[in-house]
């Protein structure tokens, strides 16, 4: 009986741990029926598209870079494809330092390209593959893919690269591309451009390359690609084309680019050409210049170190950062402010002694002894320095001022490059703001007469001067100067013209103009511009001019050898083309030139033989070749004292009993 209730206890027992047995079971079914549903139906749609998204992969096209042409069609940057060996940090397995080695022996690897990968990487913060070499020929193609199972996170990509043919030729007006680094980043993540941006590692840096970069970059296409759990490519699944980015078709002939900047030499300055009419920059010349190409895979520290630290300063835009004193270049607007505003009329005339005199203080002009009688047309053609002192002080600096603005003194032009200089037309107001110093804020009459002879406080960029005489012989019609002429679509070659309409028109009197005109033609016929342009088988008109650098003391001689060739004076030459209906527009600086008539007028030969008879220099253009003009001899009058611009001198204004010498031409 105790043994029939023992086993009728365990069957009890064992039939509860079925059960129970049982229950977990169908508990455990119960809950994976659960999951099932919730994964297969309920979120089906959600882990479909996450699985698919692990198969295929969006990968960017990068569009074509726009090209860049002068107005004649000849490209000025364009791409080509090479071949780069690229890493990709976060796929190396063990020490950079190490695998790089290894690679070395592979494929050849500069000390160089060492440093530019190392810089890429610390300006990195992404996790996209940066190049270590560029420019890979096929073999060496082929012996790195023989070996490329060794070196998981690197591999050969086919890229498109950004060359500049012409080397240095206009570099401040292409500019240059470079790889994108943090800070590019930033700025394209908050703008709307980000997704465009995908894949893309370059962008522009400087010139037209920077200030079009919209334009010249195209739209990002992109690739559906099928990816094998090996993360092996299989096949296309769908393809968005990418859209090339616009062609710049430029206003500059670049002949006459290349014309101008050979016109320089080894000198320093600045060349401005300007089609008056349209405002079309025709040349844009900053000597010394650089070559771009050294900047697009990132330039190296050594040819850093020579351009930033060269005391030529190649990497400055001369013609819209740089401001300089106009000296005598100034005279044809104060002789047309004067005529406008009722100061003068054209025969009025004065008897130049050789200096003008102002509450004790001497201003002497370059002539000693002066000019005598001395007229309007006369003061242009000779270069007056008493004439435009006398003016200067009858009309002050506001009405000056006033008068001067409109032809874009001391105003950005709004010509399409970043970064333009507004340089500084002066005047009591400006004074005011620009010294701290209560004492050095009042205004004086040595601060006016020497702006009649375009120093003291004037301070213009030579891009200013080029579009103020285009603006003058264009009869006070302003165009703005532009350096892009027509965007030509990458995909359609559709063009649009960019040229602007008139900006606005100064209210002049014909008669005015024109006589200004006559004049500075009569500086070519027999004025300080005769020696240059005899014989030039066009008639233009012009005018020298001469700047001070440094200071002169009373009672010294001007001696270039003894101030040193930096501190010699600043040479220029405006002018324009034919007299009689205008086709170029030119202001010309030669840093320490000395002499106007001929360190400048020269140059302005040159690329006007260029442009309007198709003469190269050697050619034909004998007078700008070989002409000597002699420079005044050592006795001769020192250039103004009264050019100094702010922060060049001290902040008192001139005192009485000082003397100011006048420009020289």
Not at 259 to 276: K, Q, T, Y
Request: proline share 5%; with cysteine; hydrophobic share 35%.
């Amino acid at each position: 009986m105790t043994e029939f209730k023992n086993t009728e206890r365990e069957l009890r027992n064992f039939r509860l741990r079925i059960t129970a047995a049982v229950a977990f079971v169908l508990i455990c079914f119960g809950l994976l029926g659960v999951r099932f549903i919730w994964l297969q139906v309920v979120r089906h749609d959600a882990y479909a598209a996450q699985a698919e998204d692990n198969r295929i992969s969006l990968v960017p096209v990068v569009p074509n870079r726009g090209l860049i042409m002068d107005r004649n069609g000849v490209i000025l940057a364009r791409n080509y494809s090479a071949y780069t060996l690229e890493i990709t940090r976060s796929k190396i397995r063990g020490d950079l330092e190490s695998v790089i080695d290894e690679l070395a022996q592979v494929v050849s690897i500069t000390p160089k390209d060492r440093r530019r990968f190392k810089k890429l990487l610390e300006d990195s913060k992404s996790f996209a593959s940066l190049p270590i070499r560029t420019r890979l020929s096929d073999e060496e193609v082929a012996r790195f893919t023989a070996q490329r199972y060794r070196f998981p996170g690197i591999d050969v990509q086919a890229r498109l690269f950004r060359q500049y043919p012409l080397g240095d030729v206009a570099a401040h007006v292409i500019g240059y591309i470079g790889r994108i680094n943090q800070k590019d980043a930033d700025r394209i993540d908050d703008s709307d451009d980000g997704p465009n941006y995908k894949g893309t590692s370059y962008i522009g840096k400087d010139g037209l390359e920077k200030s079009y970069e919209q334009q010249l970059h195209g739209t990002t296409g992109y690739e559906e690609i099928e990816i094998a759990a090996s993360g092996r490519a299989v096949r296309s699944m769908s393809h968005v084309s990418a859209v090339p980015g616009n062609n710049l078709i430029l206003s500059v002939d670049i002949e006459l680019q290349k014309v101008a900047e050979e016109a320089f030499g080894d000198r320093r300055g600045a060349l401005v050409a300007i089609e008056p009419a349209t405002g079309d920059v025709l040349a844009y010349v900053s000597q010394p210049s650089f070559d771009p190409n050294l900047f697009v895979e990132g330039i190296d520290q050594q040819s850093w170190d020579e351009l930033n630290n060269s005391p030529d300063h190649p990497l400055i835009n001369r013609p819209m950062n740089g401001t300089y004193a106009p000296g005598s270049t100034y005279k044809p607007f104060m002789a047309l402010a004067a005529l406008e505003l009722g100061k003068r009329t054209t025969s009025f005339a004065i008897n130049d002694i050789g200096y003008f005199m102002l509450g004790g203080h001497q201003f002497r002009d370059d002539k000693v002894g002066g000019h005598g009688r001395v007229d309007m047309y006369k003061s242009i053609v000779e270069s007056c320095d008493t004439y435009y002192y006398m003016l200067a002080n009858d009309l002050g600096p506001d009405t000056i001022h006033d008068f001067m603005k409109p032809f874009g003194f001391g105003q950005l032009t709004g010509i399409d490059l970043e970064h333009e200089q507004r340089g500084i037309l002066p005047s009591t107001d400006w004074k005011r703001k620009y010294y701290k110093r209560v004492a050095a804020q009042k205004w004086v009459g040595g601060d006016t007469i020497s702006l009649g002879i375009g120093q003291g406080f004037n301070a213009f960029t030579p891009l200013q001067m080029a579009h103020a005489v285009a603006t003058l012989v264009n009869d006070g019609v302003v165009m703005k100067p532009h350096l892009v002429k027509i965007i030509e679509d990458g995909t359609t070659h559709t063009q649009t013209q960019t040229v602007p309409k008139e900006s606005y028109r100064i209210p002049l009197k014909q008669e005015n103009v024109d006589f200004i005109k006559k004049a500075m033609v009569g500086v070519t016929r027999e004025g300080t511009g005769r020696a240059i342009f005899s014989g030039a088988g066009y008639e233009s008109g012009g005018k020298t001019g001469t700047a001070q650098v440094v200071g002169i003391k009373q009672g010294e001689k001007y001696d270039k050898r003894r101030i040193g060739t930096r501190m010699a004076d600043n040479a220029w030459y405006v002018g324009f083309a034919p007299a009689d209906k205008p086709r170029i527009a030119i202001a010309v600086i030669v840093e320490n030139g000395g002499w106007g008539a001929s360190a400048a007028a020269p140059i302005v030969r040159k690329a006007m033989d260029y442009y309007l008879l198709g003469k190269r220099p050697g050619a034909g253009s004998k007078a700008a070749d070989a002409a000597v003009i002699p420079e005044p001899a050592e006795d001769a009058v020192a250039p103004s004292e009264v050019d100094a611009k702010p922060g060049d001198k001290s902040e008192e204004s001139y005192k009485p009993g000082e003397v100011t010498t006048g420009n020289r031409e």
